[in-house]
Structure formats: structure tokens, C-alpha cells
């Protein structure tokens, strides 16, 4: 599957559709994305089950500000609409597969379990 561009509009269905929805933040710009887009895009060839989007920072500066994107590129993927994983900086193909396959194999009732005891915590700080 080819990667998607993915724009503010489209972000909350997109996660609603999606089992597990890798977002890679970049800008023109920025070379370690440039160096990143080739390798997301060949990866995204190799699993087919999982959405990859990309998120242009400049032209989707609302969304970047609602990740709290402060670095690029910067990689997030979601499962069952949870982020699971966050992290700025290039990965090679063995380190981006390495991510997919750690959040395919995710205990997805252990990851709800453990947001909504931590939504309750926070429930309790408020």
C-alpha cells in the first residue's frame, strides 16, 4: 500500500478506519526526511495491513501543533486508535519494521486496560 497524505480534515477518520495507522511528520525542508521518505515509502510495500500517511508540517501546521510535533521527521503509530509509539528522528528498514512489527504484536486489552486506568488516575488528580 502506497503512502497518504493525510491533511487536519481527514485525521480523526482516518484513525477511526484504520487498525493500525503509521503518521510520518515532515517537511520539504528537512533532509533527514528526505532520507526517511524512501524508506517509509518501500516499507509501506511490505505491509499491506497496516496505513501509512505522511503529515507535510508546513501545510498542516494545526494537526503538527495538536501531535505536539517539535521535531522532524517524526514518527507515530496508532493501534485501535491508541498511540502507541512516538518518536522524532530517521529510522532505517530493519528499525521501521522493527516498529511494526512491536506494534502488531501489542496486547491491544492490556494497552486499553492500562489508558483507561491511567485516564482514571487522571481523573482523580483533576
Not at 517524526?74 to 518518536?87: P, W
Not at 528499525?95 to 483507561?116: F, P, R, S
Amino acid at each position: 500500500m502506497a503512502t497518504k497524505d493525510l491533511t487536519t480534515a481527514e485525521f480523526q477518520q482516518t484513525l477511526e478506519d484504520n487498525d493500525i495507522l503509521l503518521i510520518d511528520f515532515w517537511a520539504d525542508w528537512c533532509g533527514p526526511c528526505k532520507q526517511f521518505a524512501p524508506i517509509y515509502e518501500e516499507v509501506s510495500e511490505q505491509h499491506p495491513d497496516v496505513t501509512f500517511a505522511k503529515v507535510d508540517t508546513e501545510a498542516e501546521q494545526e494537526l503538527a501543533a495538536a501531535a505536539n510535533i517539535s521535531s522532524i521527521p517524526t514518527l507515530m503509530a496508532f493501534r485501535e486508535k491508541v498511540l502507541v509509539f512516538s518518536q522524532p528522528g530517521a529510522l532505517n528498514a530493519d528499525q521501521l519494521n522493527e516498529v511494526i512489527t512491536a506494534v502488531k504484536g501489542l496486547d491491544m486489552e492490556e494497552v486499553h486496560k492500562q489508558v483507561a486506568e491511567q485516564g482514571e488516575g487522571d481523573a482523580q488528580e483533576s
